[in-house]
């Protein structure tokens, strides 16, 4: 279950998340090729878009799941599945999302693709036995702020807060 009483906020910049999108692709580059990407949405999208371009894939599928509303955690519900037709049991094919936390969306789907190889740029230790490769651990109380989530806006100095 994904820690609700996460205080900390990390930010994670557009640029930072590119460089380290880029790092799981000089991983995944040793695996390839892939026949295809099936990106997690829909925080897995910009993340598969990264990687596609790194290891030259131009077949991309997607499969929606929806677990979180904001952050309150209910079961996950598959809302799109992919086309079985072309992905199968997953072998050859590439599983990518931004993130796995508590490891109930990358379980999900290793259960609806057995076979397929699940790459995450961040994940967090409840969820890293779930996934096949990733690159940043995150301490299970940090909550990623990712830059598609969030916009600048003007802050109190930390010695006014409350
Ligand atoms: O390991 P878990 O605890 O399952 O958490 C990881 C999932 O949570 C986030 O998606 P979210 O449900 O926030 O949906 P979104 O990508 O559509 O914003 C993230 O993109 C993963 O898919």
Known sequence: MKDYTA??????AWELFHRDTRMLA????QMAPFKGIV???????????????ELDIRLIDCISIVSYDDRVQGDPTVIKDVQKDLVGDGEGWLVVDDLVDSGVTARLVKKLLPKAHVATVYAKPQGQDAVDTFVVPIEQTTWLQFPWDAELQPNEPLARRK
Do not use: E, F, N, Q
């Open 7 to 12: 205080s900390r906020y990390l930010p994670i």
């Open 26 to 29: 000089h991983k995944l580059v």
């Open 39 to 53: 990106a997690i949405t829909r925080g897995g999208l910009i993340p598969s878009s990264i990687l596609a371009r």
